[in-house]
C-alpha cells in the first residue's frame, strides 16, 4: 500500500502556519486576554489556509496563465483579495490595538470592521466543516484504491458543487447580516415576566425591577439607541433597575460621553450594578497591572456618582417598610468555572452576611454561577444575569425559543427554574449590545420588566 507523496501545497500551509503562530506570540505579547484563545487562533489559522488552498487546487487559481483570458485572470485576483480581506483587516485591526490605547483609536470603526469580517468567517466555518469529510473520504479512496473511481467522481462532483454554492452562501449571509444591522440590532424587545414567590411580603406588595445588561458602550455608533433605552426604562417607572455588567466594550473612558444619558435612569428606589468581563478592561492594553485595575476603580466611581450602588462580591439588606421587612440585593463579581475568563467572582464573600432564610435576589453578569448557587443550596430566589447576548443569533418567541449559543452556554437567555426547588429561578438577558459582529439575526436587544409577587 502506497502512501501519497506530500505536494508542494503541504509546505505552504506549513510556511503559512508558522507565519500565522508568529503573529500569535506577537499579540500574546500585547494583548493578554489572546492567551486563553490559542485553541481558537489555531483552529482558525488552519482553516483559512486549509480553504484557501482548496479553492485554488479545484479552481486551478494562478496556473497556465497563457491559457486564460484576462476576464479569467482579474476575476482570480479579484476572489483572492475578498478573501483575504477579512483576515488582513482583522490583524490590521489588532495590531493597531495592540500598538496604541484603544481610545487613540476610533474604537467604533475597529469594532464595525472586526465584527463585518465575522459573517464571512462564519461561511468558512461551514464550508471548513463540510470540507473536511468530503476529503477525508477522497483521501481513502486514494489511499487503497479499490476500483472505486466512480464514487470517487461523485465525491468530487459533489465537492465541486459546494464550493460553487459558496458566493450564493456569502450573498444569503450578507443579506441577513445587513438587515439585522439595520432592522433588529436597534429593536428592543421589552419582555416583562412574573416571578412568582410565597413570601409574603411581596404578595402584599409586588415590586417592580428592570433589567438591562450588557451595554458595551464603545459599539454604538450614535447616542441615540441609549437615549431610547433610557426612556423605555423609565416609562415602566420601576421600584429598582439592576445593570447585570458588560457597562463598557475597553476601559471606563467609553462611560464618558454617556453620563449625561445614563444619568436619566429613573428608580424609585434604586439602581444596583455588578461588573461584567469586559468592565476589567481585560480587552485592553496597560503596562501594569495597577493601571489596568485603576481604570476598573474609576469606573466603579463613574457608576457611583449616577447614583448607584455597585455590588463587587457583596450584599445589601433592602427595607421594604417602616415595619422591618426586606430582602437582600446581592452582586458577584464576574463569576467562571472555566480558564476561558477571568474569575473575580467569590460566592462566599457575596453571601457572607446573608442567612439561609433571607430572600435574595442575585445579580450575576454570567448565568454559570446558578449551578453553584444551587449546588450549595444557597438562597437565591431569582438570580439574574447576561453575558451571552444570545449569541445574537436565533429565534426567541412567547412559547419557543432557540439559539446557537445553547452549545455554548447551558443558560443562554431567557426564564430557567430549579426542578428541585420551585422557589429558585434564573433569567438570562440577551443584552442590548451586539459585539463580534454588529448586527442581530432574530435575536432583538432586549431590556426585561419583572414583577416580584
Known amino acids: 500500500m502506497k502512501i501519497p507523496k506530500l505536494k508542494k501545497e503541504f509546505y505552504y500551509v506549513i510556511g503559512f502556519s508558522l507565519l500565522l503562530l508568529l503573529l500569535f506570540l506577537i499579540l500574546r505579547v500585547q494583548i493578554p486576554a489572546v492567551q486563553k484563545r490559542?485553541?481558537?487562533?489555531?483552529?482558525?489559522?488552519?482553516?483559512?489556509?486549509?480553504?484557501?488552498?482548496?479553492?485554488?487546487?479545484?479552481?486551478?487559481?494562478?496556473?497556465?496563465?497563457?491559457?486564460?483570458?484576462?476576464?479569467?485572470?482579474?476575476?482570480?485576483?479579484?476572489?483572492?483579495?475578498?478573501?483575504?480581506?477579512?483576515?488582513?483587516?482583522?490583524?490590521l485591526a489588532a495590531l493597531s490595538l495592540a500598538k496604541n490605547s484603544v481610545h487613540n483609536i476610533n474604537t467604533t470603526l475597529y469594532l464595525t470592521i472586526m465584527g463585518s469580517s465575522v459573517i464571512q468567517y462564519?461561511?468558512?466555518?461551514?464550508?471548513?466543516?463540510?470540507?473536511?469529510?468530503?476529503?477525508?473520504?477522497?483521501?481513502l479512496i486514494k489511499l487503497f484504491k479499490r476500483?472505486?473511481?466512480?464514487?470517487?467522481?461523485?465525491?468530487?462532483?459533489?465537492?465541486?458543487?459546494?464550493?460553487?454554492?459558496?458566493?450564493?452562501?456569502?450573498?444569503?449571509g450578507l443579506i441577513f447580516m445587513v438587515y439585522g444591522m439595520i432592522f433588529v440590532a436597534e429593536d428592543f424587545i421589552i419582555r416583562e415576566v412574573n416571578i412568582?414567590?410565597?413570601?409574603?411580603?411581596?404578595?402584599?406588595?409586588?415590586?417592580?425591577?428592570?433589567?438591562?445588561?450588557?451595554?458595551?458602550?464603545?459599539?454604538?455608533?450614535?447616542?441615540?439607541?441609549?437615549?431610547?433605552?433610557?426612556?423605555?426604562?423609565?416609562?415602566?417607572?420601576?421600584?429598582?433597575?439592576?445593570?447585570?455588567?458588560?457597562?463598557?466594550q475597553f476601559t471606563s473612558k467609553e462611560m464618558d460621553g454617556f453620563m449625561?444619558?445614563?444619568?436619566?435612569?429613573?428608580?424609585?428606589?434604586?439602581?444596583?450594578?455588578?461588573?461584567?468581563?469586559?468592565?476589567?478592561?481585560?480587552?485592553?492594553?496597560?503596562?501594569?497591572?495597577?493601571?489596568?485595575?485603576?481604570?476598573?476603580d474609576r469606573l466603579v466611581a463613574l457608576q457611583e456618582s449616577?447614583?448607584?450602588?455597585?455590588?463587587?462580591?457583596?450584599?445589601?439588606?433592602?427595607?421594604?417598610?417602616?415595619?422591618?421587612?426586606?430582602?437582600?440585593f446581592a452582586g458577584i463579581e464576574f463569576y467562571s468555572p472555566t480558564k476561558m475568563f477571568i474569575n473575580k467572582g467569590s460566592i462566599e464573600l457575596t453571601y457572607k452576611n446573608i442567612n439561609p432564610d433571607d430572600f435574595v435576589i442575585l445579580l450575576s453578569h454570567s448565568p454559570d454561577v446558578w449551578d453553584s448557587i444551587k449546588v450549595r443550596n444557597l438562597p437565591a430566589h431569582l438570580t439574574v444575569s447576561g453575558h451571552t447576548h444570545g449569541m445574537q443569533v436565533g429565534f426567541y418567541?412567547?412559547?419557543?425559543?432557540?439559539?446557537?449559543?445553547?452549545?455554548?452556554?447551558?443558560?443562554?437567555?431567557?426564564?430557567?427554574?430549579?426542578?428541585?426547588?420551585?422557589?429558585?429561578?434564573?433569567?438570562?438577558?440577551?443584552?442590548?449590545?451586539?459585539?463580534?459582529?454588529?448586527?442581530?439575526?432574530?435575536?432583538?436587544?432586549?431590556?426585561?420588566v419583572f414583577t416580584i409577587k
Open 38 to 91: 490559542i485553541v481558537v487562533f489555531g483552529i482558525w489559522f488552519f482553516a483559512e489556509i486549509y480553504l484557501w488552498f482548496t479553492i485554488v487546487k479545484t479552481y486551478s487559481y494562478f496556473r497556465n496563465y497563457r491559457s486564460k483570458s484576462k476576464k479569467r485572470i482579474f476575476f482570480e485576483w479579484i476572489i483572492t483579495a475578498f478573501y483575504w480581506l477579512p483576515a488582513v483587516l482583522v490583524g
Open 122 to 139: 462564519l461561511i468558512k466555518f461551514v464550508l471548513f466543516s463540510l470540507l473536511i469529510p468530503f476529503d477525508l473520504v477522497s483521501y
Open 147 to 172: 476500483e472505486k473511481i466512480t464514487f470517487y467522481t461523485h465525491v468530487q462532483k459533489g465537492r465541486s458543487i459546494m464550493l460553487k454554492s459558496a458566493l450564493w452562501l456569502y450573498l444569503i
Open 196 to 248: 412568582p414567590t410565597n413570601n409574603q411580603i411581596f404578595k402584599e406588595k409586588p415590586i417592580k425591577v428592570v433589567l438591562i445588561s450588557d451595554l458595551h458602550l464603545a459599539t454604538w455608533r450614535t447616542q441615540e439607541p441609549i437615549k431610547e433605552v433610557v426612556q423605555i426604562v423609565n416609562s415602566y417607572k420601576p421600584d429598582y433597575i439592576l445593570v447585570t455588567g458588560d457597562m463598557v
Open 260 to 296: 449625561p444619558i445614563l444619568r436619566g435612569l429613573q428608580a424609585q428606589k434604586g439602581i444596583y450594578s455588578v461588573l461584567g468581563n469586559h468592565d476589567y478592561s481585560t480587552y485592553a492594553n496597560y503596562e501594569n497591572e495597577q493601571d489596568r485595575d485603576a481604570d476598573v
Open 306 to 328: 449616577l447614583g448607584w450602588r455597585v455590588l463587587r462580591n457583596e450584599s445589601e439588606k433592602v427595607m421594604l417598610d417602616s415595619n422591618g421587612k426586606s430582602f437582600i
Open 397 to 448: 418567541g412567547k412559547k419557543y425559543k432557540w439559539s446557537p449559543g445553547k452549545l455554548l452556554y447551558k443558560y443562554w437567555g431567557g426564564l430557567y427554574y430549579d426542578t428541585t426547588d420551585q422557589d429558585r429561578y434564573l433569567y438570562v438577558n440577551v443584552g442590548l449590545a451586539s459585539i463580534g459582529f454588529p448586527s442581530r439575526i432574530g435575536m432583538q436587544p432586549e431590556i426585561t
